[in-house]
């Protein structure tokens, strides 16, 4: 007599396992890469939000008249400047940071004698007369990025020419 063995249609365990294995190891760099867009795309949010937060600054503090604008604020987050009128008026036309985000502003005074510089000619002398005072704007902005702080720095050059 002869044993005959039927086999019905289907995958054995141990082909299963097989092409389970050989999927996870195709999909796992694919998976990786999630993750990865992930952290950029939080990284460059931060980047937006910093820029954005400096440059609304700047463009506040240049909004106002040359002479408005204080001779000399040492490097101060912006909140702590509540003394002075001007930064209190600054201060109420911003938008409100994020949690984890500061500002800091730095104002020097500089003057600028044409007197000591060599090598121009009339008419660029008479430019500078312009110029003969300017003020340096620097605007911090810190933040916490996975666990780390970091600082946006930015600056720029005001003059009281007209």
Request: neutral net charge; aromatic residues 10%; proline residues 3%.
């Amino acid at each position: 007599m002869e044993n005959k063995t039927r086999r019905c249609g289907g995958f054995t365990f141990l082909e299963i396992m097989v092409a389970l294995v050989v999927l996870s190891l195709g999909l796992f760099p694919i998976l990786s890469l999630f993750s990865s867009t992930t952290a950029d795309i939080s990284y460059t949010i931060d980047n937006v939000l910093v820029t954005t937060y400096a440059n609304e600054l700047i463009d506040s503090v240049i909004a106002h008249k040359f002479d408005e604008i204080p001779e000399n604020v040492p490097l101060a987050e912006l909140s702590t400047l509540g003394g002075n009128q001007f930064f209190v008026k600054l201060a109420g036309r911003l938008s409100t940071l994020k949690p984890g985000y500061e500002r800091y502003i730095e104002i020097s005074t500089h003057v600028i004698n044409p007197g000591n510089i060599t090598g121009l000619c009339q008419s660029d002398m008479d430019k500078l007369e312009k110029y003969k005072k300017i003020k340096k704007l620097i605007v911090k902005i810190k933040f916490t990025h996975n666990g780390t702080v970091k600082y946006f720095n930015v600056g720029t050059l005001i003059s009281g020419a007209e």
